[in-house]
């Protein structure tokens, strides 16, 4: 035990209290690099969702229009079948 400004300190417990700040900031360090980390992974991907929704969006146009000339192709066949029948 020492005096600091007259007051008794028992220097293992300032050790082991030093001890435990030094973990503790430790682990602090930690969760903030995991906390870094999960938000740049949340970045990404919620620009690979909206990539994704994009294409899919894409896809879904091109699906309607291929539909479309296929119904007007199937809608000429008709037609030329009705006019081969006369």
Known sequence: MILVD????????VRRLE???????KDYDVLQE???K???ESQQMKKLH??????SLEQTQKIKELNRQLEA????VKNKSRVFRV
């Open 6 to 13: 007259n007051i008794p300190v028992n220097t293992e417990e």
């Open 19 to 25: 001890g435990e700040i030094f973990r503790q900031k």
């Open 34 to 36: 995991e906390k870094r």
């Open 38 to 40: 999960s938000l740049e």
């Open 50 to 55: 909206s990539e994704l929704q994009a294409q």
């Open 73 to 76: 192709k199937e809608e000429l």
